[in-house]
């Protein structure tokens, strides 16, 4: 599948998915919110594709929403007004949605939507050098495609109300000690050091990988959805047939 504004690698069971508007910075307008949503829904019937990698061509991971598109005269008609103004939140929840583990692997910068794009990514990677920032109520507008949960999960709610009312830039360093980053990288290595991280993943049982990450996404929203989890048939299923292998393994040891 071709895509106007990503560019698709795969290394085996991983998918790197390079945002490509490097003359833009990789601002997000809405054909990459188009693209990238389509790609999420084909992930949807890839059971090859175990990790997927985000990243950015050139200088940074991402400026955020495309301005510019802003200007442009919208839909007249008031269901595709409602329609396009979700189009960044559809965004970020197909991307959360993944089943696959999904990592961000940012340098340079991310700015604004680009930072909601890292959070739904299960484990965000960060150039060493790399700077983040939120800056949407300094442009007098608040923080949108439902952002906000997801920002106060990763930092705690007071650092992520300071993050987007102050709309102060902040370091990888700083990144990484608030949880907005999960792992650090010398600059230069960031999608290495994802794909070393994406190959730990996939080396672990598939199945087992894909029903805890399925459980943690229940547990993350605080909504009774963890225990049905957890509770899961196909998890109990799987849970039994691997205690019977791991007894077989140990009588035929003996």
Known sequence: MDFETLVIE?????????????????????????????????????LATRAVIFTGEGQGFSAGADTSEWTQPGPDDELAMRHQAGIGS?????????????????HGFAVGGAVVIATCCDFRVAGRSAWFSIPEVELGIPLSWNALPRLARAVGHAKALELTVLCERFSAQQAFDWGVATHLADDGDEVRAAGALAAKVVAKPALAVALTKASMKAIRRGTELGEVAYSDPELLQYTRLMHRRTARRQRESE
């Open 10 to 46: 795969r290394d085996g069971p991983v998918m790197t998915v390079r945002l490509n508007r490097p003359t833009k910075r990789n601002a997000i307008n809405n054909q990459m919110h188009r693209d990238l949503q389509a790609l999420c829904h084909s992930l949807g019937e890839d």
């Open 90 to 106: 559809r965004t970020s929840a197909a991307i959360e949605e993944l089943e696959q583990i999904t990592i961000a692997a940012v």
